[in-house]
């Protein structure tokens, strides 16, 4: 059974910064892309990063670029999500999903966590 559990999230005041993380489990993910994405209250998900396991290739909605960072780590099968100078409107609950190829859709993505809410304070 594949699974996806994400944590890290929290209640931080804007400016601050967290890293999510988003452990993998019950398959080989070593072809598959992994992405985050985001949803806020009333929104549509939307996409925020993914990262390629194989070779780390990464990709970034343009409104994070230079403020988020993807990452993941190979032996303990984990991604994470560096995010900084965070704003009120980065308040969403943030999610992990394993897919096969890269897609700014949610609809490609395969696997799912159950995601991690990140509130930010102004």
């Known amino acids: 059974q594949v699974m996806l559990v994400e944590s890290g999230g929290g209640l931080v005041q804007a400016g601050g910064s967290l890293r999510l993380s988003c452990a993998a489990s019950?398959?080989?993910?070593?072809?598959?892309?992994m992405g985050w994405f985001r949803q806020a209250p009333g929104k549509e998900r939307e996409f925020v990063a993914a990262?390629?396991?194989?070779?780390?290739?990464?990709y970034y909605a343009d409104s994070v670029k230079g403020r988020f960072t993807i990452s993941r780590d190979n032996a303990k099968n984990t991604v994470y999500l560096q995010i900084n100078s965070l704003k009120p409107e980065n308040t969403a609950v943030y999610y992990c999903?394993?897919?096969?190829?890269?897609?700014?859709?949610?609809?490609?993505?395969?696997?799912w966590g159950q995601g991690t809410q990140v509130t930010v304070s102004s």
């Open positions: 990262i390629r396991w194989s070779g780390g290739s990464t």
């Open positions: 999903a394993a897919g096969p190829r890269v897609a700014a859709t949610a609809a490609e993505y395969d696997y």
């Open positions: 019950g398959r080989t993910f070593s072809s598959y892309v």
